[in-house]
């Protein structure tokens, strides 16, 4: 029973309502705190009286003396210890005419700012702070029209004050990044099974068909994903698939193993057969005829032969395990072999070999190059070559000839069992149509590539890729 709670689908459909709901939220907070800002600014009533009274006093001095310098802040009682404010006056211009005590630079900076200019020609005597300080006012003075008087003192600023400080591309610039922030996670927690799933399938389609999703050991890295229901699921019908496919694979490859074994008395009797009757008979016009059978009954021991190889390889290799080995310790005596073959071939013979280490099965590996030499000296008219090159990941194996070729369109059917390409069913160097196949498989054992393409001017370049160590 799959808790819906955990569905995926519910999860998309969480997700984006979350996302909705923190956008809007985003946007509608500070609104609403701008909003409160706007209907709390004002002041109270101790404030209105102490800036009343301040605003008079300033104004009775300034009527008798007009020169603002004049003023004397201690008749105005503006230095008593309980009195909790300095006094400054600014004028239209914004500019400070004068201040009980000195007000610091980064201050008057602030002077020039949008924010106190509308506090400047606010029509209600309110509250800001700028840069750590409380200004209340302003209140024009009946004695000079152009002349506010403003009080103030260093205060920490509420966090209101600073929400008001907030500009409105820093909102819009939170907008964005909440909202890039949650539909990242929202595509990473759908994204990243998809990903692993389609690690899975690239794996299996490789021939790494024992691959699995383990959501359900605790040491496996894939544990992350059984949070999600659904996935989980797909994860194990995906390795339940795998498995069902193995082992259909398995049983054909351990049934043609059977009829191979069956094959073999049958027509090893049927050799001995044509052998007595070769050596009893007395009649020379059959020796042709007998001639002929015993050697399409060797063609068809090679067929079965070949084709054992192939259904038994991955049994043997298994059992003989994999084994670190460098490719000139691995290829030096296969080099060899090949250089002795070319020279009674007239031939010529070159190779390259690099000290890279790889993680194989023995067997499989020499198998898959030898049936890829031994095909390059079937076809080539007077060089083959193996080269060697390491890249960050893989070593790849190059063998190419300049024999005839194949057409572009049968690259793709080489690796095919019992398939042979045109020339080569017409051509006296025929074989089984067994050799890239059974090389194709022990690359693939190795979880190796196997690439062919045409070499320039003429002939073939297979290219056998394997992981380095």
């Known amino acids: ?11 998309v459909l969480g997700w984006f309502w979350l996302t909705l709901l ?6 509608a907070i500070p609104a609403f705190i701008l909003q409160q800002l706007d209907d709390d600014d004002h002041l109270n009533s101790k404030e209105r009286r102490l800036l009343a009274s301040v605003a008079e006093r300033v104004d009775k001095h300034l009527s008798r003396h007009q020169d603002p310098e004049r003023l004397n802040t201690r008749r105005l009682n503006l230095l008593d210890r309980n009195f909790p404010y300095q006094m400054m006056i600014v004028d239209n211009d914004l500019k400070l005419v004068m201040a009980s005590s000195p007000v610091r630079e980064h201050l008057l900076e602030r002077f020039e700012s949008k924010r106190f ?8 005597p309110r509250h800001i702070n ?4 409380k200004l209340i006012g302003p209140v024009t003075l009946t004695s000079n029209a152009d002349w506010k ?15 008001r400080m907030f500009p409105v591309w820093g909102m819009l610039a939170v907008f964005l990044v909440v909202t890039s922030v949650m539909s990242w996670l929202l595509v990473r927690s759908i994204a990243r099974p998809l990903t692993r799933l389609g690690q899975a399938f ?8 024992q691959h699995k999703i383990d959501t359900e050991s605790p040491a496996s890295p894939d544990r992350q994903y059984a949070a ?7 994860f194990a019908q995906f390795n339940d698939m795998t498995a069902r496919i193995a082992g259909l694979i398995q049983n054909q490859k351990r049934q043609s193993a059977d009829i191979s074994h069956e094959l073999r008395t049958p027509l090893t009797r049927l050799q001995m057969t044509l052998a007595l009757l070769r050596k009893k008979s007395t009649d020379t016009s059959i020796a042709p005829l007998l001639e002929r059978a015993e050697k399409e009954s060797e063609l068809l021991n090679l067929h079965i032969q070949r084709l054992s190889d192939l259904t038994t390889m991955e049994a043997r290799a298994i059992q003989q395990g994999r084994q670190r080995f460098t490719l000139e310790a691995l290829l030096t005596d296969l080099c060899e072999d090949a250089a002795f073959e070319a020279k009674a071939s007239n031939i010529a013979w070159h190779h390259t070999l690099i000290d890279a280490s790889i993680d194989v099965y023995v067997e499989p590996m020499l198998t898959a190059i030898e049936n890829v030499v031994r095909n390059a000296f079937k076809y080539a008219n007077s060089s083959v070559s193996l080269t060697c090159e390491r890249t960050d990941q893989w070593v790849v194996i190059r063998i190419s000839d300049d024999g005839p070729g194949v057409e572009s369109d049968e690259l793709a059917c080489l690796t095919k069992a019992f398939y042979r390409t045109d020339s080569a069913r017409q051509g006296e160097t025929g074989g089984l149509g067994l050799g890239l196949a059974i090389a194709a498989e022990a690359v693939r054992l190795n979880n190796g590539t196997i690439h062919f393409a045409l070499n320039a ?13």
């Open 1 to 11: 029973m799959i808790n819906p709670i955990r569905s995926f689908n519910v999860k």
């Open 22 to 27: 923190v956008c809007l939220l985003s946007i």
């Open 117 to 124: 200019w509308y506090f400047m020609q606010s029509d209600h």
């Open 130 to 133: 700028l840069e750590w300080t």
């Open 149 to 163: 008087l403003i009080l103030w003192r260093p205060e920490r600023p509420r966090p209101s004050d600073l929400f």
């Open 202 to 209: 690239n794996a299996v389609g490789q021939g790494q068909l």
């Open 228 to 234: 999600n229901t659904q996935f989980a699921r797909l």
């Open 457 to 469: 001017p003429n002939g073939l370049v297979v290219s056998l890729s394997f992981p380095v160590v």
